[in-house]
């Protein structure tokens, strides 16, 4: 037994006997004290222990099913679907092939081999990797498929573990790519809609509410399935396309080749295939821009008379000089500059017209700025500052050179041509029916219509035969442009062909435009490279597949009013 | 118990004495807890080590399952023979191990070792002692008895004496640093000050000089400001207590069942500072506040209890031990349901370690045997007349 110490400091203190000067009351009155404040710290306590527990039942509680099971996962990303329901994009729960390298019974290599038999798209070098990383936990494979993941199961390693992760998928695969985009290893959008549209698409509140597009899948389809047909004939580099609504600015298809599986993008966003030419890529277009050269001066008044005639006659502008491809040696009459193409006849107008006046379409057309669309991909366009807007560029440009634009203003710009005169900005998102963008006049009523009339005859007459869809009335115009040579200058054999173009030409409901990069020619369809012959083709392959599914009835016997250019133009013989 | 549920009142056996003295009711709490404990640590042992093992150590999944059973045999063993001494032997062993605790705490930053960039240990053989981990209940008896003293001469200036003890050991822990610790022993003593009659002016002075302390330390020190902000921010290194509170959104009401957790994977340190968040994932919300509930019964009955004492040490010492426990439960709960800055405390004989084990241990057998009494002697002046 230790040595009994006082019992306190006071029965200590040398002189004093406690019980003699201790006086019961004070110590009494002190235990009083003690007693109450003891009480009320642990009321203090219940109190907290309850807070606690309202924790808790919060916790608990308040977390949806749906988070409580998967807590640490990324947020449920809303799917994205076309203009009639068909589901474009999608996240569902995948299966993650894990591994506890430390747990593994048995023989690594074997077991390699065995996943690798289940997994054959996963390299075998990377499985025995991960079978001998040095760390607690490591993944495998990702986007493990159901019947994989029960195989895997089957092999009874203790060490394999398979987990649930969110997993975007694309149905289509290479559906729309370009225009979709993807998302990343972290379940973040990394191109296209899924980019541009990131917050909306996770936002908890509006994640079960689909988000809906204005792309039309079986018109989307179409298109890429026609040009990738054209492309390999033409053995081509690359081709482009997109459909649009002339009277709302929605986007129907929007097509670029070579394209990717947005369920594997793989490798990073500078390659060839995640280019998106029809948003990204900015081209020199060519005589497709004539026809808006033609409306440009009708719409100013330089242009007085669609009987008025044009030199073709080769022209000087300072080192340049201007001439035909096929010089006709004779005046031209405007629908004739068209139907034949004429650069000397579209510069002689742009050239009436004025530079001051030219950008001033250009502009109120879009095609100085880039393209208002709503994902993030967007090309600046080139052309010549204020200052550097001479002689030159007024007529290079007036049929098509000098600047470059995307083929989606192209294509923006043809729907204000034929729709009547309203340029309404382009958009991927599905309007209310009958409720386009908001749209600015640029063109008159008439003026539009001369352009039907003359863009139908262009087609007819002229170098857009082969584009021409029986029935459906199709009208455009061909571009041919030599693509540039990366030092500077251009390299004549090698050709940005263009079909610009609407239908039907009576009541113009949508506008196609379609493009190859460095068509070779096909030789079974006599080897050459001009747009006529390169991508016309595809862009009637299109129209006769698309028009039955958007409901344009073909009929022969209906024309647009060609009357304003009656007896203007030579008819060919058929 | 077979033994002891055999003896007899009038047996006047050491065994005898001490079962019909103990706080019976207290004891029966404090095992259910202990169980409740290696439960929780069986089910937090696989994660811990899964997450501790390298190619080079492979730890089983229950190895800290074993090591648990172990201080649990021991800290029950300390428990019981401490709860046998003698009030006075107690006291006096705790003021002798008092000294040598705050030696030992005196010669950390000389002999202890590093880990992540704060010195707390002492490297034994087979065993890192934490001082400070074995000086708290013993502070807290020596605290007690040194402010019993005003109760019979209230002009002892023991206060200031204390509170000088109590600087010491603060300036110590600073030292360390250990910032948690310092502020739980602060709090413990300003709480034992009041009991002694501390006037409240003086309390809520001292909870000002607190924050006062909290402020400096987070302008002086990027450990506690990092802390603090990502508590209040919710940015910064949160990690770790998202993970708790996974799990406990894992766990729902009534868990996913012993074994069938899987965000416990996730946690950091699920057997030692998260094993509050590793029972709310496998055994549910109602399970976990049924834990938080047994700590506060604990408290309860020992101040229950202690209403009925007569004797200012037994007061200040039971309530002083039973805070330290009872805040140093609440402080790992509330970190855990990210109620609290992130802070590296234990949950009293629920966590693993070897040193908050033992020092729990003693802590309770301490207050066992302070409170040793017999239980049919009524001393509480409200339960009965007061003499003339």
Known sequence: MPPAWPATLAEARPGSRAPSVRLPGARQAALGVARQRLVIGLLAFCALILLLGARLVELAVAAPPAARAHAAAAPARADIIDRNGVVLATSYRAMALGVRPHDVIGDREALALAIHAILPRRPLEAIRAALHHDAPFTFIARRVMPDEAEALRALGQPALVLEREPERLYPHGALAAHLLGFTGIDGEGAMGVERAFEERLTDPRRSSEPLVLSIDARVQQVLESELARQKERQSAEAAAGVVMDAETGEVLALASLPAFDANAPGGLAGLPSHMNRITLGVYELGSTLKPLTVAMGMEAGTIRSLAETYPTSGLRVGRHSIRDLHPKGRPLTVPEVLIFSSNVGTAKMAEALGAERQRMFLRRLGLLDPVPIEILEKGRTLHPSEASWGLASLLTIGFGHGIAVTPLHLASAYATLVNGGVHHPATILRRPAGRAVPGERVFSEEVSAAARAMLRVAVTEGTGRRADAPGYRVGGKTGTAEKPRPGGGYDRGRNITTFAGAFPMDAPRYVVVVMLDDPRGDPEAGGGRTAGATIAPAFRNVVLRIAPVLGVRPDPAREPDLSMIAGLYQERRR | ?388
């Open chain 2, 1 to 388: 118990m077979g033994d002891l549920l055999r003896l007899g009142r009038a047996d006047r056996s050491f065994l005898a004495r001490w079962f019909w003295t103990v706080d019976r009711p207290l004891l029966f709490l404090l095992l259910a807890l202990m169980g409740f404990g290696l439960i929780a640590v069986a089910a937090a042992s696989p994660a811990a080590a899964l997450r501790l093992s390298d190619a080079a150590t492979r730890i089983p999944p229950l190895f800290f399952l074993e090591r648990q059973l172990l201080w649990a045999a021991l800290g029950l063993a300390l428990m019981l023979a401490v709860s046998m001494l003698e009030k006075r032997a107690a006291r006096t062993l705790a003021l002798a191990g008092a000294l040598l605790a705050l030696v030992a705490l005196a010669a950390v930053p000389f002999i202890g070792t590093d880990v992540n960039g704060a010195t707390r240990w002492i490297q034994l053989p087979g065993f890192q002692l934490q001082p400070v981990e074995l000086l708290k209940p013993l502070f807290v008896v020596l605290s007690a008895w040194l402010l019993a003293a005003r109760f019979d001469d209230p002009s002892l200036p023991v206060i200031p004496l204390s509170a000088g003890l109590l600087a010491l050991v603060v300036g110590l822990l600073a030292l360390q640093p250990d910032f948690g610790q310092a502020a739980l022993l602060m709090a413990v003593w300003l709480a034992m000050a009041a009991l002694a009659g501390l006037p409240l002016l003086l309390v809520f002075g001292g909870l000002g000089l607190g924050l006062v302390g909290l402020a400096l330390a987070y302008v002086t020190s990027p450990h506690v400001a990092r802390r603090i902000d990502g508590f209040l921010h919710g940015e910064g290194d949160t990690y770790q207590v998202d993970r708790a509170l996974d799990c406990f959104r894992a766990g729902g009401l009534f868990g996913t069942g012993p074994g069938d957790g899987t965000a416990k994977f996730r946690l950091p340190e699920a057997h030692t500072d998260y094993v509050f968040a590793v029972i709310g994932e496998e055994f549910g919300a109602i399970a976990a506040f049924a834990l938080a509930l047994l700590y506060l019964v604990i408290i309860l009955r020992v101040v229950l209890q202690l209403v009925e004492e007569d004797d200012p040490f037994t007061l200040l010492a039971g309530a002083g031990l039973a805070l330290q426990f009872g805040a140093q439960a609440f402080i790992n709960m509330s970190v855990n349901l990210a109620l609290a800055p992130s802070k590296g405390m234990t949950l009293p004989f629920v966590s693993h370690g070897g040193s908050s084990y033992l020092a729990t241990a003693l802590g309770m057998g301490l207050l066992l045997a302070f409170t040793r009494r017999n239980r049919h002697v009524q001393a509480s002046p409200y339960l009965r007349a007061q003499p003339a």
